[in-house]
C-alpha cells in the first residue's frame, strides 16, 4: 500500500472487526441527493483471487444520511489507482465532512474466477423461475 493520506494506514477498530475505516483527504461538502468521489489517499496492490470491497460506514448512514452510492464497490487486483469512494448524502440536509474524517470501510475478500459453460437448458430447482419475492415475505 502507497499512503498519500497524511493519515494512519486502515486498521481494524476491534479485534474481531471485518473492516478498516478509510479517511478523506479533502474537505466534502454534499447537499441532498448531491453525491461526491472522495480521495482516500491510498493506492492498493491486491494479491490475485481477491478483491476490496467498499462499504458504508453505519454511523455515517444513521447519524448523517450518507452512504456509499455503489456499496459494495469492488477495487479488483489489477487496479492500481487512488481508492476512491462514492458517497452520496441520502438525507434531507447539507452534509459537511472535514478531511480525515472517516467516510468508508475497506474489506478483502478472497473470490472465484469462473468460466462459464453454455447449454440449451438449466436443471430443475424447488425456486424454479420465482423472482423478486417468491419465496415469502417472512
Same mark, same amino acid.
Given at each position: ?6 493519515? !494512519?494506514? !486502515?486498521?481494524?477498530? #476491534? ?16 447537499k !441532498?441527493? $448531491?453525491?461526491?468521489v472522495?480521495?482516500?489517499?491510498l493506492?492498493?496492490?491486491?494479491? @490475485? +483471487?481477491?478483491?476490496?470491497?467498499? *462499504?458504508?460506514?453505519?454511523g455515517?448512514? @444513521? =447519524? =448523517?444520511?450518507? #452512504?456509499?452510492?455503489?456499496? !459494495?464497490? #469492488?477495487?479488483? @487486483?489489477?487496479? *492500481?489507482? $487512488? ?7 441520502l438525507? @434531507?440536509? $447539507? ?14 475478500? =478472497? ?5 462459464? #459453460? $453454455?447449454?440449451?437448458?438449466? +436443471?430443475? &430447482? ?7 419475492? &417468491?419465496? +415469502?415475505?417472512?
Amino acid at each position: 500500500m502507497i499512503n498519500r493520506s497524511g493519515q !494512519p494506514l !486502515p486498521q481494524y477498530a #476491534t479485534a474481531l472487526a471485518a473492516g478498516m475505516d478509510v479517511r478523506s483527504t479533502v474537505d466534502v461538502h454534499l447537499k !441532498p441527493l $448531491e453525491r461526491a468521489v472522495v480521495p482516500t489517499g491510498l493506492f492498493l496492490e491486491i494479491p @490475485a +483471487g481477491y478483491e476490496v470491497q467498499v *462499504r458504508p460506514r453505519s454511523g455515517l448512514a @444513521a =447519524k =448523517k444520511g450518507l #452512504t456509499v452510492l455503489n456499496a !459494495p464497490g #469492488t477495487v479488483d @487486483a489489477d487496479y *492500481r489507482g $487512488e481508492l476512491c469512494v462514492i458517497l452520496v448524502n441520502l438525507s @434531507a440536509e $447539507e452534509v459537511n465532512l472535514e478531511a480525515g474524517e472517516r467516510v468508508a470501510q475497506i474489506v478483502l475478500a =478472497k473470490h472465484e474466477v469462473i468460466e462459464w #459453460t $453454455e447449454c440449451g437448458e438449466l +436443471g430443475e &430447482s424447488q425456486r424454479g423461475e420465482g423472482g423478486f419475492g &417468491s419465496t +415469502g415475505t417472512k
